[in-house]
């Protein structure tokens, strides 16, 4: 039995918790249910992760990592009795204007980091719909994306430097230089390093943005819609889909006046400092929405397109409502093959005869298909299947499996199908070199 009491007297009393009631509450993410873990630690500062590390070290303890735990493919989760490390306490904020950098701790909620910059007329792009729970340590390392990213890049897109603890216990800043350690580590999903700073790049905030939303009576139309538009040049700054699905099921929750008879929408916006340019975008985007079917229409001023921004925000919330259970996938494959792909999925969720839900930042070619189950009434090996056909279709599309959610736990099995041999045991020797003692959030992405 590890010696719990030393990691108390090391830490002190308050950073560590070891009631079962309080234990209980970390074996959750917002997908999945692991081992009860044996304490969890909140540390405040880059050395009490450090000493965390050490004792791990000497205990043979694993450690799992852990933010605002709004993680959709089981990275946070145990699987097996070890210790969480949770970085919620960690929430030190720095705005830099004149270098447009923000320094943060991992346990800062994204949101409040475009919060802090806003008086200096700056922002972060990065906008995971979960913006006001997740962390970012956690968008870090699930390199995180969001309605944005298709014009403006992921997560890692806006690190200039991490600060993080390696297997020893020891802690390092690394820039984009050299080998760009950062660059690994995002993405890397807690298994090579745990994350204690970052310094993130900022952009001036764009002067004017237009919204519209369009509806199709056929889910694949939205889809051509969105090729259509690409192939002409726009770069939206936001351009996402939901299918019916999610129409009825956000529509049923919120009452936001969405169109319940449609078959899919999509919601867009354009911006840029020259509103010539920000409208003609939006017109591009709308007679290419026009040309595939789709009825349009622009939100009149900011509050109306906020709502509609609200009703993309409410898709998960409003699935949960319904199903507390689902199987969340999270594929991406070129744009040019989204019309096949939601068409396919379509019908596999009808084979199968299980509800099946499709949104998703579609301008990145990143979707969403979600399987909303019962467990005591679906086999959970047949949820598996069909969320393993689904894979096969991003695979056979020349996709891949995960755009912004990670691989975790829950995408672990399929992805011996995704990458060959070779590359495999390239990532397990990096995963070696990192963390010889797997220590790190072990049972996570590497099969
Ligand atoms: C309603 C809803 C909408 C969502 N929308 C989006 C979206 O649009 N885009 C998107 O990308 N995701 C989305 N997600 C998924 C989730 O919010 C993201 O994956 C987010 O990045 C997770 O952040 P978190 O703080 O909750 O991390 P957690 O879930 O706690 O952890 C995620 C991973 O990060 C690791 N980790 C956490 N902190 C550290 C650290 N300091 N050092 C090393 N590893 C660490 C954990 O071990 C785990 O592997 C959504 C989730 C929900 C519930």
């Not at 074996?27 to 791990?56: F, H, N």
């Amino acid at each position: 039995m590890p010696q719990l009491g030393r990691l108390v007297s090391d830490l002190g009393p308050d950073k560590v918790l070891l009631d079962r009631p309080d234990r209980v509450l970390y074996r959750y993410d917002a997908i999945a249910e692991g081992a009860v873990p044996l304490a969890v630690v909140l540390p405040q500062t880059a050395e009490d992760v450090a000493r965390v590390v050490r004792w791990s070290n000497e205990e043979g303890v694993p450690l799992f990592p852990r933010g605002a735990a709004s993680g959709l493919s089981g990275g946070a989760v145990p699987t097996e009795p070890g210790v969480v490390v949770a970085f919620t306490r960690m929430r030190r904020l720095r705005i830099e204007a004149a270098r447009r950098l923000a320094e943060v701790e991992p346990g800062v909620v994204t949101h409040e980091i475009s919060e802090a910059a806003r008086p200096h007329g700056l922002y972060y792009p990065p906008d995971p719909a979960s913006y006001k729970q997740s962390t970012i340590g956690g968008n870090l390392a699930e390199n995180a994306g969001g309605p944005q990213c298709f014009k403006k890049g992921v997560t890692g897109d806006y690190v200039a430097g991490l600060e993080w603890v390696d297997a020893e216990g020891a802690v390092h800043r690394s820039w984009r230089e050299a080998y760009d350690a950062a660059g690994l580590l995002v993405g890397s999903e807690g298994t090579l390093a745990l994350i204690t700073r970052a310094w993130l790049r900022l952009e001036p905030r764009p002067r004017h943005t237009r919204t519209l939303m369009a509806h199709f009576p056929e889910v694949g139309a939205a889809a051509e819609a969105v090729s259509r538009a690409i192939a002409d040049g726009v770069v939206a700054a936001k351009l996402e889909f939901m299918d019916a699905a999610c129409i009825r099921a956000v529509e049923d929750a919120f009452h936001l006046g969405l169109p319940t008879e449609a078959a899919a929408l999509l919601l867009v916006d354009t911006d840029g400092d020259d509103l010539e340019v920000v409208e003609e975008e939006l017109e591009r985007v709308a007679a290419a929405c026009r040309e595939a079917g789709g009825a349009v229409h622009r939100a009149a001023d900011a509050v109306e397109a906020e709502r509609l921004w609200q009703a993309r925000r409410a898709v998960s919330p409003a699935l949960g409502r319904i199903h507390p259970h689902r199987m969340n996938e999270d594929i991406v494959v070129p744009r040019s093959r989204l019309p096949a792909v939601v068409r396919r999925i379509q019908e596999l969720g009808k084979a199968y005869g299980l509800p099946l839900a499709q949104f998703g930042h579609i301008g990145d070619g990143n979707l969403h298909p979600n399987i909303l189950f019962d467990p005591k009434t679906t086999p959970e090996e047949r949820v598996h299947e069909l969320a393993h056909a689904i894979a096969r279709v991003a695979l056979e599309h020349g996709g891949v499996l995960s755009g912004e959610h990670g691989i975790g736990l829950t995408k672990r099995a399929f992805l011996a199908e995704a990458l060959d041999g070779a590359t495999l045991a390239a990532l397990h020797r990096i995963k070696r070199a990192f963390d010889p003692g797997g220590r790190f959030n072990p049972g996570k992405v590497l099969p």
